[in-house]
């Protein structure tokens, strides 16, 4: 009985040395780095619909181009060759502010992606609107400033009226 005695002395010996020695610590997870989210670009719409283009649209795209005539027709089929803008001359005015804004709008292929469409309107000697009576810059270079931007303010009403919404006139 003594053997029995002492083996179980020893086996409670154990445990109690196991239960009185000091916790081993939880090993900690180590950090994890978080995923990092690389942000999705956005795009602008003109950008997005300059990569939607092919490289002769792109080439397209940036010429201003004219004809002479002033049938609304044909200037909006040589518009639908993707041009990005029109220069109207003389040859485009045919006397009144209503045709020339019919031709205007016959050049807008594309609301979504509306044209340049300019006109060379410095008043005085060089008009390509004869209903433009303000006076040019020959006439206004040693007048107030304050009247000289009057008269420009007029005149980009006039140069807007008639459709065009570019002035390659005197800045």
């Not at 003594?2 to 445990?15: C, D, N, S, T």
């Not at 239960?19 to 994890?32: F, I, L, V």
Request: proline share 9%.
């Amino acid at each position: 009985m003594r053997r029995k005695f002492r083996g179980l002395a020893l086996v409670m010996l154990v445990a109690l040395m196991a239960g009185c020695s000091p916790e081993s610590p939880e090993p900690t997870p180590s950090p994890t780095d978080s995923p990092t989210m690389t942000p999705t670009p956005t795009l602008s719409p003109a950008e997005i619909a300059v990569d939607a283009m092919t490289i002769e649209e792109q080439a397209a795209s940036v010429v201003m181009g004219h004809i002479p005539s002033t049938d609304p027709e044909e200037v909006g089929d040589y518009m639908r060759s993707g041009l990005g803008g029109f220069i109207l001359m003389g040859s485009n005015v045919e006397g009144d502010e209503e045709h020339l804004q019919m031709l205007a709008e016959a050049l807008i292929v594309d609301e979504g992606l509306p044209p340049l469409i300019a006109i060379d309107q410095e008043g005085g000697g060089v008009s390509r609107l004869p209903w433009d009576d303000l006076p040019g810059g020959s006439q206004l270079q040693n007048t107030d400033p304050e009247d000289v931007q009057s008269t420009f303010e007029q005149r980009a009403g006039l140069v807007s009226a008639a459709g065009a919404n570019v002035n390659f006139g005197i800045v």
